[in-house]
T-cell receptor, first 111, second 115 residues
Framework: EDQVTQSPEALRLQEGESSSLNCSYT??????LFWYRQDPGKGPEFLFT???AGEEKEKERLKATLTKKESFLHITAPKPEDSATYLC????????????FGGGTRLMVKP | DSGVTQTPKHLITATGQRVTLRCSPR?????VYWYQQSLDQGLQFLIQ???????AKGNILERFSAQQFPDLHSELNLSSLELGDSALYFC??????????????FGPGTRLTVL
């Protein structure tokens, strides 16, 4: 069974204090790893897709990386508007297009 | 705005009742997915439709059913509702449903409260 574990569950940062969120996964043939951002009461917002180990993608203050066992979402010099829950999900080759999500990391950035 | 629309935004009903949630995918997307998000279970895949046909099933209860219509909009029907069915229900869409890579774009969700 595909499993996704995210850590930490919650993270408090001061504005400008860089950090990383972790997503560990177990999947029988990774087709893609996805990062989403979710604000309270809203739908997940797509951020990145990573397909193979060693791949990196960047968007503004966010950078996602992928290894064979985990993915990291690096947040550089965060701002209060980066506060949200960040969700990681995997898609396996033998599971159609369904996404298996981790529990998320709730990020709070204080000014 | 992802381009995926869902109605209604909020739904309050009683145990034992039946409700229908509606989703319109992004223009041109053929696949529709339904997910349930509750506090204790996180975001869980329910079911996928591709161009009108059921493509994959997840942990969807027998009391729940879905369909995708010729105009590609989808409906999720929940019957014999229980307190534990209270959750956020999200619809997502993607361009393909087959073997090619695809990103799923989520709608704003329907918050279901069962009293």
């Amino acid at each position: 069974e595909d499993q996704v574990t995210q850590s930490p569950e919650a993270l408090r940062l001061q504005e400008g204090e860089s950090s990383s969120l972790n997503c560990s996964y177990t999947v029988s043939g990774l087709r893609g790893l996805f990062w989403y951002r979710q604000d309270p009461g809203k739908g997940p917002e797509f951020l990145f897709t990573l397909y193979s180990a060693g791949e990196e993608k960047e968007k503004e203050r966010l950078k996602a990386t992928l290894t064979k066992k985990e993915s990291f979402l690096h947040i550089t010099a965060p701002k209060p508007e980066d506060s949200a829950t960040y969700l990681c999900a995997v898609q396996a080759w033998n599971a159609g297009n369904m996404l298996t999500f981790g529990g998320g990391t709730r990020l709070m950035v204080k000014p | 705005d992802s381009g995926v629309t869902q109605t209604p935004k909020h739904l309050i009903t009683a145990t034992g009742q039946r409700v229908t949630l509606r989703c319109s995918p992004r223009s041109g997307d053929l696949s529709v997915y339904w997910y349930q998000q509750s506090l204790d279970q996180g975001l869980q895949f329910l079911i996928q439709y591709y161009n009108g046909e059921e493509r994959a099933k997840g942990n969807i209860l027998e009391r729940f059913s879905a369909q995708q219509f010729p105009d590609l909009h989808s409906e999720l029907n929940l019957s014999s509702l229980e307190l534990g069915d209270s959750a956020l229900y999200f619809c997502a869409s993607s361009a393909s449903g087959g073997s090619s890579y695809n990103e799923q774009f989520f709608g704003p969700g329907t918050r279901l409260t069962v009293l």
